[in-house]
């Protein structure tokens, strides 16, 4: 079979080089040229996948290693019978590790515990329910709404009225733009309004879920109120006046730890191999490097929300891709390409749960703390 693959899926070679020849392509560019003798399509989501890219093409297989399927035209995949598989979950430890680590630069930056903000969740699937799980088992209060699905599922709900009134509102939701509970604009002017003057708004899902440029025009009315992007309206094009406004911006990696990545790619692998009949012969765990090689260690005199901080930056540092993001969006003379050389050059991540945290026996309570942070606890 013949396999054409955006470039930057990793590990092609490792699961499908034995199920056929595999094409890298650049994802941003895929043509319908690109395809002409292709069986099966892998993409990320920077390839809009739908019939002008797919009408008259052997293609018969679709797979996206990503959460998000926006990018997909999934009712053409269906009409045109072609087999399709996402990664669902796959990237959702790294994406709650991002917030984690933007709400330490927050609190810090306020002089403030992670327990005195509450924190308001948009959509509560795989990523809002492993955040909820996190925050709450940290003691942080939170506010959760999500139309779509059950308390039973979800935990305790709200309107999106009274989670707006939190003081930080992070949103994961789809980008939807059709139906009653459609998330395109979901945060617009008007809901901008009925937030807190100083609150902080996170965005880890898709850009146009906010209207950025009622966003924009909101931070220069409110001074205090704060926002941490990593999607942005218009990918690969953003608005560097909203940049410049932001607290923490970063080029849509919060999904980025290799662990993440990797999994997403195995996800479609096995997808795969069930549309076309075929043995599952290859698993992560064969590929992915061993966890536990970053190691912390902390004595019985740390103060427990800074070691929690300390964890969390030791494992994924927000700073250090909001730094690397600001200086090349100011160097650049080309913003498109920037922004997704900064993707495709993003380095090595793994996520909270590899990192080694030692902590002495008698300290019971940061024991408690860095385990409900999902971190491997080892008492020394
Ligand atoms: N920045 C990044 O690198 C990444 C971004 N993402 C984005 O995050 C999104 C969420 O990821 P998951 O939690 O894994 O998806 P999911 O599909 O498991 O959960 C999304 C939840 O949002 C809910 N929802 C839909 N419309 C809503 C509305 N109007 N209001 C409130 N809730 C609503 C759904 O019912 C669902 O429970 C993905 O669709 C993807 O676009 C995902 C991974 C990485
Ligand atoms: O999984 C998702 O959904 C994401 O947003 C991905 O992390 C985005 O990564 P790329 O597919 O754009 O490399």
Redesign the pocket.
Known sequence: MHIVADENIPLLNEFFADIGTITRVPGRTMTAADLATADILLVRSVTRVDEALLAGTPVKFVGTA???T?HIDLEYLQQAGIGFKSA??C??Q??VDYVLSALSVLVDERGLQFTDLSVGI???????LLLRQRLEAMKVPVLA?????SEEETGPQVS?DEVLQADVVSL?????REGE???YH?INAERLAQMKPDACLIN???GAVVDNTALLAHMQKHRDFEAIL??WENEPELNVDLLQRCLLATP?????SLDGKMRGTEFVYQGLCEFFGLPVRRKLAQFLPEPGVKRVNFSDQAPLHQALRTAIRAAYEIRVDDGVMRSAIRRSDNLRETFDRLRSNYPLRRDIPTLRVGVPAKCQELQNLLTSAGFDVRLK
């Open positions: 990503t959460i998000g926006d669902p979950g990237n959702a790294a994406v948009v959509g509560v699937g795989n990523v809002g709404v999500d139309p779509l699905r999106l994961h939701t789809p980008l939807t509970h459609a998330t979901l880890s899902c898709r990593d999607v849509h990696i919060a999904g980025y």
